[in-house]
Every structure is written in structure tokens, then in C-alpha cells.
């Protein structure tokens, strides 16, 4: 999905995600969802518009970004989502003063196995915060390498994959990328390996 006029791309992790929002949005009035690495902000809107409480969060070093968390909402007609910048891996007064979250969203986060471990230390946080939450997040594998496993144990988190065919993600148009190497896209959902057991 492309967006012209602005310039704004949605990545195919962003589409699958948004689908597993849609086939779920029974469940998403009054639930509060913050989005991490939101950009273009794809899923977010869509819990927002399905009645979530929603918070967009990019990195504050990516003020491109923030601008078109910013840009969706009100081209999505959502003017009063807030919109935070969110570092990985740093504990910022933006990320101590959230309010609690019951879900986090997201899409294609793990792009840079660099990121990976800022990634993980800023979902512990929120979910020691917020045992019940879940991370609901989509991702490209892009290596045969690519994998979160240590990290998880290390933050003392689990991963349940979800199958795209559970909520019609698996069609050809909507998970396979025209990228070269048609990466293949995968959902998991991370959680606390004990909640509220430390």
C-alpha cells in the first residue's frame, strides 16, 4: 500500500498484522494498545478505529517517523491518538510515564538483529509493568539465522506462534511480498514465561 501523495509506504508485515487486529476486533473496544516502531502506523490505526485506546510510538531520533505516525491519524480522521517518541532499549520518561497497556503491537521491529536485545529489554519492561499484556508482532524472516530464542529465555519471556491461516493471512496477496526473495512472514505472540511470577 502506497500512499502517493505522501510518500508513505505499508510494509506486508503491517498488512498481515492489521488482518490478525481485524479478525479480532471484537475483543479490542476499551483495550489500551500502544504500537512500537509504528511509522506509517497501519496497525495502531486499525485498533484504534476498532475502538481501542490507542498510543503510536516511534524513536524520538526518528522525527520522520513520528511525523507519519502524526500524518496517519489525522488522515485517518484520529487527531487526539497520541504519539510518543520511544527508543528502544532506554529507559525515557516518555516510556515511565505510559499508562498500562494491555497489548503491543509490532510490525516488522525485528529487522535488525542489532535491535533485537533494545527491542526485547523495552517489551520486558512494559509487560513487568503489565503482566497480562501480550506483544502481538509480525515479522520477515530474512536469514535462516534469524532467531530470538536466547533472548527470550534471557528476559525470561515465551513466543506462541500464531498461523497466518488461523485468521486468512496466508493468502498470496496478502503475506507474500514482490521483495526480492519473497521473504516469508511469521506471527508471534510474546508474552512473561510466569506472569506475575518473578
Known amino acids: 500500500v502506497l500512499d502517493s501523495q505522501y510518500g508513505m509506504y505499508v510494509w506486508p508485515c503491517a498488512v498481515v498484522l492489521a488482518q490478525y487486529l481485524w479478525a479480532h ?62 527508543t528502544w532499549g532506554q529507559l525515557s520518561p516518555e516510556l515511565l510515564a505510559l499508562p498500562p497497556v494491555d497489548i503491543i ?4 521491529v525485528f529487522f535488525d538483529p542489532k535491535d533485537f536485545e533494545d527491542i526485547l529489554t523495552t517489551i520486558y519492561f512494559l509487560l513487568e509493568k503489565n503482566p497480562q499484556a501480550q506483544f502481538w508482532t509480525t515479522y520477515q524472516v530474512r536469514s535462516a539465522d534469524w532467531s530470538i530464542e536466547d533472548l527470550l529465555c534471557k528476559w525470561k519471556l515465551k513466543s506462541t506462534p500464531i498461523p497466518l491461516h488461523s485468521f486468512g493471512a496466508d493468502k498470496e496477496h496478502l503475506a507474500s511480498s514482490s521483495l526480492p526473495g519473497r521473504h516469508t512472514i511469521e506471527m508471534m505472540i510474546i508474552s512473561l514465561a510466569q506472569p506475575g511470577g518473578t
Request: charged share 20%.
Open 25 to 86: 476486533r471484537g475483543s479490542l473496544p476499551g483495550k489500551r494498545v500502544l504500537e512500537i516502531g509504528a511509522g506509517v502506523s497501519l496497525p495502531g490505526v486499525l485498533a484504534a478505529k476498532c475502538g481501542a485506546d490507542v498510543t503510536l510510538s516511534d524513536s524520538e531520533e526518528l522525527p520522520q517517523c513520528l511525523q507519519n505516525c502524526r500524518r496517519s491519524c489525522l488522515l485517518n480522521h484520529l487527531p487526539h491518538v497520541p504519539v510518543i517518541g520511544l
Open 105 to 108: 503491537l509490532g510490525s516488522d
